[in-house]
DNA sequence: ACTATTTGAGCAATCGATTGCATATTTATA
DNA sequence: TATAAATATGCAATCGATTGCTCAAATAGT
């Protein structure tokens, strides 16, 4: 077996063309006959031509990969919006590098620099929570590489994004807790404030200014909406005596944490206590009670990061105008916001 | 500011001196003084010089890039594994390209063929549950490429492997259930006999044994074990009016479901019936009661992998011999076999 | 029939780094 | 001091595909 792979060289030998010639047939280029085409096509068969990206890369500047930055692949939203990147790219005939920061603004940085050194044709990311400084970003968009941000997004940066309406999804959320009788309406959220918890934060307020209930800051607990944190903040809750009779957390992990908590107390859900979450990862409807919580529409939100990103690309550097795609969030009932009479 | 980046080229041109003698400076050649070296890295920092992985992976044919291919990056275990291989890979200055093949065969395959063509330098990859020809992989053994299948392997490829003693994990959960007073087991299992459903059936079967209790095949329920699946089981186990007073599966999300249906028919967990799951999804600490199940060490198992993968690509196509690593599982006892007295 | 145009294909440079071989300089050895 | 050996660097080919430019042949236009 010969062990080199079959290059256009050996294609062009074989046929006693040139080189340029396969090159340019087997890119489907006008310039060439159909008849050389086909003929070239059949050999490429017959040899078991294998095209070498890595050559193609070097000499057009385009490497056909798109490096995606994920704070971690292991969460049910992200890894579908992975997914629906994934499905469009494939079609383009693009791979996909996932990297994930795992919540490390060093990692991240580096994991930037890394896609670029892997001569990445672009790149998609949601950013760390713990992210403040955007400058790794901005040196991807000042060498006209193109980037779109989803999700995690920050106004610092002039880019293109692709998010859901936290804010429709939160004050949706609320609002649902009000009609089913709720007052008492706690709110498990971020200090960290990065879009999307700021937005729920603003839903949830706006809601209830709009059915005239009061806003209690006791009601307002700040964690990293963990399950352990969740845990730790409905303790809180419960230890200080605050009169509640829902929670509406940012996270569905912390959720989680609130109900082992609550069972723990012997306090019923939904009977004396609401529960709803945010992300409808899977395990909210595994839970007994099932848990009410917000679908952040993660795989047509994958499509969409790619399809903005693709039209950027398209550009080619040229400054376009930056898209911001506001993809609208479904609010998922189940029985832990159940109406008890 | 200059569009084109900084080559050897032009530091070697600042430095009146030729490219050959920058790129081993830059590699830390033996043959260049120490005294060059300084001076070009000093260059090197000064034209912020990146270099270009491309052209050196043309020449050098070695591109820093290890294809892993997971069924699905969204599964606690195989983000993790893969977390584990990105540790040791980054360490060495080598970076991932993660690509899923969803259980599907014909994804699988082109997933393969397109990391090939990404040439990366090896590739590390757990089989899907549906593949039963391993053509594509005999392919790349063929070619000489590194490859380590972990977890999800198969006897029909002469390859390095790392995976855990499932027949270990699936025999200490079936005595540790037949110590709580269990006599009448159920088992989920696959009816894919890929190995390692075929090992915790083996460590079940053999744990009845060795304690005397009878083996039934009422008992064994097979399915694709996800939630739905463990549903559909455990109905099907309760209508046929079949005895029984616990149930191990070999899928974390199969027990979950048989849990759910048992909720429904009121038979209560641990007391009437206990629960052993397969893998240690965090849901399984969520659950109310949280659920017995063996962790696969996957954070470990991802290193070792990795370290498996590197000690093959040291060997440079040399024939080695192949390794088979074998790590042990950990039983986690959870509320759900709590014996009942 | 003769020039103008279109079409098909070849030539050679190029992308940026690597590397075998040759050469120049210095140091060690006899 | 002449020669061998070691050290430091340069030269030029190479990896495989792409592409601007040139050129020849075929077709069209008048």
Not at 106 to 111: A, F, G, P, R, S
Not at 311 to 324: A, I, P, V
Request: overall charge neutral; glycine content about 6%.
């Amino acid at each position: 077996m010969k062990k080199g792979k079959a290059t256009i060289h050996d294609i062009a030998e074989k046929l006693n063309i040139t080189a340029s010639t396969v090159s340019r047939a087997l890119n489907d280029n006008p310039r060439i006959s159909e008849n050389t085409k086909k003929l070239v096509l059949k050999m490429a068969k017959q040899l078991n031509y294998q095209p070498n990206h890595i050559a193609s890369a070097l000499r057009s500047g385009k490497s056909k990969l798109i490096g995606v930055l994920v704070p971690t692949a292991n969460r049910n939203f992200f890894s579908s919006v992975v997914r629906g990147i994934e499905d469009i790219a494939n079609e383009l005939d693009y791979k996909v590098i996932i990297s994930q920061s795992y919540e490390d603004s060093e990692k991240e940085i580096q994991n930037i620099e890394a896609l670029l050194n892997a001569r990445v044709d672009g790149i998609i990311a949601s950013i760390g929570k713990n992210t403040e400084n955007f400058d790794h970003f901005q040196k991807v968009l000042d060498k006209g590489i193109p980037l779109v941000l989803f999700d995690r997004i920050t106004n610092q940066l002039d880019v293109s994004q692709v998010v859901i309406d936290d804010y429709q999804g939160a004050y949706d959320t609320t609002k649902h807790l009000i009609e089913v009788g709720c007052k008492r309406i706690a709110h498990f959220t971020s200090p960290k404030k990065i879009n999307i918890y700021k937005e729920r934060l603003r839903g949830y307020e706006d809601a209830l200014k709009d059915f005239d209930i009061p806003f209690d800051p006791e009601l307002i607990e700040e964690s990293n909406m963990q399950l352990e944190d969740g845990r730790i903040s409905m303790e809180n809750i419960i230890n200080k005596g605050i009169e509640f009779d829902a929670v509406f957390s940012s996270s569905d992990y912390a959720v989680m944490g609130a109900m082992q908590v609550l069972r723990e107390h012997k306090i019923s859900v939904p009977e004396q206590v609401k529960l709803a979450g945010f992300g409808n990862e899977p395990f909210t409807s595994f839970t007994a009670p099932p848990i009410t919580t917000v679908d952040q529409k993660s795989i047509p939100m994958g499509r969409v990061t790619a399809e903005t990103f693709f039209e950027l690309l398209k550009l080619d550097g040229k400054k376009g105008n930056n898209q911001k795609t506001v993809l609208k969030p479904e609010l998922i009932i189940r029985e832990s916001t159940q109406k008890s009479n």
